[in-house]
């Protein structure tokens, strides 16, 4: 059975960087696409990025964040990580992945969620 585990989450000023890790235990991830995903507090939950299975590492990004966040697979750490810069207060909630269609990174073609990790972006 593929988990996930969150981890990086923390409390940051704005236009700082932060990084996110998922940490994959199972499957190997790299048969898998797999999507980050954000819910502030009072919002739904949205797709933010994601990276393709099988691949050289191709991701789809939000228009929301593109510019500002990347996503990648360490294949032989079984770890995919959100790169995060130039953070903004509205980027602010709490950060998942999960098994997700790269193609249309929405929560309900996700799947195997981790717990979450915490992102405030405050001055």
């Known amino acids: 059975q593929l988990q996930f585990v969150e981890s990086g989450g923390g409390l940051v000023q704005p236009g700082e960087s932060l990084t996110l890790s998922c940490k994959g235990s199972?499957?190997?991830?790299?048969?898998?696409?797999v999507g980050w995903f954000r819910q502030a507090p009072g919002k739904e939950r949205e797709g933010v990025s994601c990276?393709?299975?099988?691949?050289?590492?191709?991701?789809n990004v939000a228009n929301s964040v593109k510019g500002r966040f990347a996503t990648s697979r360490d294949s032989a750490k079984n770890t995919v990580y959100l790169q995060m810069n130039s953070l903004k207060p509205e980027d602010t909630g709490i950060y998942f992945c999960a098994v997700a269609d790269c193609s249309d990174i929405t929560p309900q073609n996700s799947d195997a969620w981790g717990q979450g990790t915490q992102v405030t972006v405050s001055s």
């Open positions: 199972g499957f190997p991830l790299r048969y898998y696409g």
């Open positions: 990276v393709f299975p099988n691949s050289g590492g191709s991701t």
